[in-house]
């Protein structure tokens, strides 16, 4: 995982906000992480995608994409729906996925 | 900061999304990162925060709104307005803000 920031063309587009606590243990998790970002890195309409975790605690993936449809699309790749369901049975003590239209943004690199 | 997933109530709402990556030295950032979701959670409309770092990288804070005022007028806090300018010329060798609409959400909590 790059610890760049994304750069997704102007707003309007659509975040994915996935928050996640870790159960204990490994368990094949970072393997599937890093497959996960290259998996969605190849899909249509995707645009980016930014992770940090706090060591032992909260992790925060947001994935950026151009539609609903491109979302969709993802949520229902079949590799990526194996990783779903071992999150919900292995890795994941507690998540939530928000999916959010993207409105406006400003920063160190725009104009602002 | 806590490590417990945000709870916030049914969508829509709005998600502040606050990427940022750190520059060298501490300089008074701990302190400062813990007052303003101090003050944030004093503000009308706010709903929740989370927040992760990599260790030496990439950070990514979530803060949750009832309304798009509810932002403006916690961008406009005088001593958030402090820490977004040290932010700019201190604390952050890179950030970006989006602000986005929460249009769904589901997770392990969720009858999904």
């Not at 995982?1 to 243990?25: H, N, Q, W």
């Not at 290259?38 to 992790?59: C, D, K």
């Not at 590799?79 to 999150?87: C, D, M, P, V």
């Not at 239209?101 to 400003?106: D, F, L």
Request: hydrophobic letters at 40%; charged letters at 25%.
């Amino acid at each position: 995982m790059s610890d760049a920031l994304a750069k997704a063309p102007e707003p309007p587009y659509y975040a994915v906000i996935f928050t996640s606590l870790r159960t204990e243990g490994e368990r094949g998790y970072g393997r599937m992480a890093e497959r996960m970002v290259e998996l969605a890195a190849q899909q249509p309409g995707f645009l980016g995608v930014e992770s940090a975790r706090n060591p032992g605690g909260l992790g925060i993936t947001v994935s950026y994409w151009a539609s609903e449809e491109a979302i969709a699309a993802w949520k229902a790749n079949a590799e990526h729906q194996i990783a779903q369901e071992t999150g919900k049975r292995t890795w994941y003590a507690d998540y939530c996925v928000r999916v959010a239209k993207v409105e406006r943004e400003y920063g160190s690199r725009s104009v602002y």
